[in-house]
Nanobody, 123 residues
Framework: QLQACGGGLVQAGGSLRFSCAASLHSFSIYTIGWFRQAPGKEREFVSAIKRGSTIYADTVKGRFNISRDNDKNTVYLQMNNLKPEDTAVYYC????????????????????WGQGTQVTVSS
């Protein structure tokens, strides 16, 4: 129900843009989050968007930008000034969130997951 696109190989300092297309009814109600997992490391939060409110991990704040187009049922993650430590498999995920709860940074809050897409940043 979630399809992520946009990974690839890029040099440090470069940019990539992810898209996450969802086939979810009432898409605008869902919080959409991005997570990543590097080899040998735990899955970590990257960013999330609930309606117009956005949150970021400190490691990506100021470099990544998350946005959504509810008409297209799609969320985007623009990643700029990429660093080798951004190398990971990236996942988008959806959390049904009709109430006032803020967007979650916890991966186990999210019910639906897209397939992972690899990002490799060379130094």
């Amino acid at each position: 129900q979630l399809q992520a696109c946009g990974g690839g190989l890029v040099q440090a300092g470069g940019s990539l843009r992810f898209s996450c297309a969802a086939s979810l009814h009432s898409f605008s109600i869902y919080t959409i989050g991005w997570f990543r997992q590097a080899p040998g490391k735990e899955r970590e939060f990257v960013s999330a968007i609930k309606r117009g409110s956005t949150i970021y991990a400190d490691t990506v704040k100021g470099r990544f930008n998350i946005s959504r187009d509810n008409d297209k049922n799609t969320v985007y993650l623009q990643m700029n000034n990429l660093k080798p430590e951004d190398t990971a498999v990236y996942y988008c995920a959806a959390d049904w969130a009709p109430g006032p709860r803020m967007a979650s940074r916890r991966w186990n809050t999210y019910n639906y997951w897209g397939q992972g897409t690899q990002v490799t940043v060379s130094s």
